[in-house]
C-alpha cells in the first residue's frame, strides 16, 4: 500500500473535516458501544486527521490505537491528538484478524477503501463482524468529479484517472471507485448493517492551494493512465487553475454495524 507526503495530508485536512458525513457519527454516537474507554481502532492513520475530527465527536473517555505502515506518520499523529490515551502500531492493516480486532469498540479509517483490493476489502469485513465491531470509513473516492465550468475534455481526464484508480500495483488491482459498493456488499453479506452518505470536497477559492495540487496529481495520473492525454494536459490544467478552479470531487462514507448476539 501506498504512503503519503505530510504536507499532502496537512493540505487536505480542512477540506477532509468539512466533507466527512456528520449523520453518520451521529449513528455511532447512538450505538451501544463498549465505552469504558471507547477504544477506536483507525486503520491507515497518516499525520491523525481523522481522529483529531472524530474524538471530540465521540465524547467520553477514549483510547486510539493508531496504525499505519510509514513511522513518521505515526510519530506525527501520535504527538497531534490531544484529550485520549493513544498507542501506535507500524504494520499492514490488511492483515489484520478478528482476532487482532478483540476489544476494540470502533474501527476506523479515512480514503482507505479505495486503496485495497476486493480481497483485502473482505478480509477486513470478516475481522470486523467477526470481533462484532462497527465500522466508520470515511472519503472513500467515488469516480464523480464536477468542474464549473465543465468541458468535454473532463470526462476523457475522468475516465482515465478512475481506471488508474483500479489499476494492478505489485500484482494487487486496486478497487478505487468500487470500493463502498465491494465493502456493502461485504459487510452486508456477513449480516451487518451498511449505511452510506456522500462527503464530497466542495473546492474553491478559500481552498485554492489544495484545489491545484489535487487537478495536477488527478491530471498527472490520468495521463500516466492514457498517455493520449499528454498533449492537452498542459492547455486543461491552465484553463482550469485561470477559473480557479471550482470542482466538487465526490466521496462516500460507510457505516457498518455487526448484528449483535
Not at 1 to 8: G, K, L, Q
Not at 18 to 45: S, Y
Not at 190 to 202: D, F, H, L, N, Q
Amino acid at each position: 500500500m501506498s504512503t503519503f507526503a505530510p504536507e499532502w495530508l496537512s493540505l487536505r485536512e480542512k477540506a477532509d473535516a468539512e466533507a466527512r458525513a456528520l449523520d453518520l457519527v451521529e449513528r455511532v454516537r447512538e450505538i451501544d458501544l463498549n465505552r469504558d474507554p471507547l477504544v477506536v481502532r483507525d486503520l491507515g492513520c497518516g499525520t491523525g486527521s481523522l481522529g483529531r475530527w472524530l474524538a471530540g465527536r465521540l465524547g467520553g473517555p477514549q483510547h486510539w490505537v493508531l496504525h499505519d505502515r510509514d513511522p513518521r506518520l505515526l510519530s506525527i499523529a501520535a504527538a497531534t491528538m490531544s484529550g485520549v490515551t493513544i498507542e501506535t502500531h507500524e504494520g499492514d492493516v490488511t492483515a489484520l484478524t478478528a482476532a487482532d480486532l478483540a476489544g476494540t469498540s470502533l474501527v476506523t479509517a479515512s480514503a482507505l477503501l479505495d486503496l485495497l483490493t476486493a480481497g483485502e476489502v473482505d478480509a477486513l469485513a470478516a475481522a470486523c463482524v467477526g470481533a462484532g465491531c462497527p465500522a466508520l470509513f470515511t472519503l472513500s473516492v467515488a469516480g464523480r468529479v464536477e468542474f464549473d465550468p465543465a468541458e468535454p475534455l473532463d470526462e476523457d481526464f475522468a475516465a482515465a484517472f478512475n481506471a488508474h484508480q483500479r489499476r494492478v500495483v505489485d500484482g494487487r488491482r486496486l478497487l478505487g471507485p468500487d470500493a463502498v459498493e465491494a465493502a456493502a456488499e461485504a459487510f452486508a453479506r456477513r449480516g451487518a448493517e451498511v449505511v452510506t452518505s456522500p462527503s464530497p470536497w466542495r473546492l474553491g477559492a478559500d481552498q485554492a492551494a489544495l484545489a491545484g495540487e489535487w487537478l495536477r496529481g488527478w491530471v498527472d495520473a490520468a495521463v500516466e493512465q492514457e498517455p493520449r492525454l499528454a498533449a492537452d494536459a498542459p492547455g486543461y490544467v491552465w484553463r482550469k487553475l485561470d477559473h480557479g478552479p471550482l470542482v466538487v470531487v465526490h466521496h462516500t462514507d460507510l457505516l457498518a454495524v455487526p448484528r449483535r448476539g
